[in-house]
C-alpha cells in the first residue's frame, strides 16, 4: 500500500534491485528487481486521487528499471504515460530514483509531455570521477550525463534535478575528490544530497583495504556541501518575484510551509509563508526571498498576508 503523508503518496512501482553497486546491501536484503503490475499501480493512483491526494512520488530502488521483469520495453516512460492518461485531474507526479544510463529519450519526452508529471527528476549519481564509478561498480560514462541533462534541460528548461554523492568512498583520491568537484561546479543541478561513505561488512568495497580516514570523508563534504549551496542560493535568486505553485504541507505560528515542484518531501528546500493556509492546498505563490536552500513569499493574490518579518536576508556563502 502507499504510503500517505498528508496530501501526497509515496507508490511504490517495484522492489529490490538487480544493479551491482560494491557498497549497498539492497539486494541482499530485498532480493532482485520485482515490478508491480501497471494496471494495479495505475488503479492505486486512481484511487489515491479520488481520496483527496494532490502528489503522487513515483518510487522504488530503480524506478527506471520498472518492467524489465515483465517483459516491457520503456515500461517507466509507458508506465507514466498511462497514469497521466488514466487520472488527468491528478495536479502532481513526481518521479524519484532513476539509475544513471537508464533515463531514455522516451522517458523524457512523456515527462515534457504531460504537464501533470512535474519537471523533477532525481538521478543518484553517487560520484563525477570515473574511476571511483567504477570501484564503485556503477555506470562510469560521465559524458552520458552531461549528454542527458543537456537533452533534458532542453526539453524541459524548468526542470529540478537532484542528485546524491557519496565522498571518501574507499581509494578516493584527492584528484578523485577535485574531480567530483569539477563535475557539480560544470553541471549546476538544483538540489544535491552528500553522505560520506558508510562501511558496510557484507559488501564488496568492505574489503577494500584503503579506506579514507573519518576527518577526511568529513572534510570532503563540508567542502562539496559549500559549493553546493552557493549554486543553490545563486538558482533560487532566480525565483524572487515569479510566481509558483505551491503544495501547502502545514502550518503553525502564523506561518505556513509548502513546496514548489523543484522540492521533494524532506529531502528538498521549503517555501514558508505568512499566515495559516489550508493544507493539502496548492496555492500560488509571489516568491520574495531567497536564501540557499529554501524561498519566502506571499499567496499571490492575498496581498494583506505580506509580513514583513518574513523577508529574510540573502543568505551568504562562499563560491
Not at 67 to 83: P, R
Not at 136 to 159: F, G, H, Q, S
Not at 215 to 236: D, F, G, H, P, T
Not at 237 to 252: R, S, Y
Amino acid at each position: 500500500r502507499a504510503a500517505v503523508q498528508g496530501a501526497t503518496a509515496y507508490v511504490k512501482i517495484s522492489d529490490g534491485c538487480r544493479r551491482p553497486c560494491a557498497f549497498c546491501t539492497i539486494p541482499q536484503i530485498k532480493g532482485t528487481h520485482t515490478s508491480r503490475p501497471p494496471r494495479a499501480i495505475v488503479e492505486e493512483a486512481r484511487a489515491l486521487r479520488d481520496a483527496g491526494i494532490q502528489e503522487l512520488i513515483i518510487i522504488a530502488q530503480d524506478t527506471t528499471d520498472y518492467g524489465h521483469d515483465l517483459g516491457l520495453k520503456n515500461g517507466l516512460a509507458t508506465l507514466l504515460d498511462q497514469i497521466a492518461t488514466a487520472v488527468p485531474d491528478l495536479p502532481w507526479i513526481r518521479l524519484m530514483y532513476a539509475y544513471p544510463g537508464y533515463v531514455t529519450d522516451e522517458l523524457i519526452d512523456v515527462m515534457a509531455r504531460h504537464p501533470q508529471i512535474l519537471p523533477y527528476l532525481d538521478i543518484p549519481l553517487q560520484h563525477g570521477h570515473r574511476e571511483t564509478l567504477k570501484r564503485m561498480r556503477r555506470p562510469a560514462n560521465i559524458e552520458w550525463v552531461y549528454r542527458t541533462l543537456e537533452k533534458l534541460r532542453a526539453a524541459m528548461p524548468d526542470i529540478a534535478i537532484r542528485t546524491t554523492f557519496i565522498v571518501g568512498y574507499p581509494g578516493e583520491t584527492d584528484e578523485e575528490f577535485a574531480g567530483l568537484r569539477q563535475f557539480v561546479q560544470e553541471l549546476r543541478f538544483d538540489r544535491v544530497g552528500v553522505f560520506t561513505y558508510s562501511y558496510e561488512a557484507t559488501t564488496p568495497s568492505a574489503t577494500v583495504s584503503w579506506q579514507v580516514p573519518d576527518e577526511v570523508k568529513e572534510a570532503r563534504r563540508e567542502e562539496l556541501m559549500l559549493l553546493q549551496q552557493s549554486i543553490s542560493l545563486q538558482k533560487n535568486q532566480t525565483f524572487v518575484g515569479h510566481t509558483l505553485p505551491v503544495l501547502i504541507d502545514g502550518h503553525g505560528d502564523g506561518v505556513s510551509v509548502g513546496r514548489s515542484y523543484r522540492d521533494a518531501p524532506e529531502v528538498d528546500g521549503l517555501i514558508f509563508v505568512p499566515g495559516e493556509l489550508p493544507p493539502g492546498e496548492i496555492i500560488p505563490i509571489r516568491i520574495d526571498g531567497a536564501m540557499a536552500h529554501d524561498l519566502t513569499g506571499y499567496p499571490e493574490n492575498m496581498e494583506s498576508f505580506r509580513s514583513d518579518s518574513l523577508l529574510l536576508p540573502l543568505t551568504q556563502v562562499a563560491p
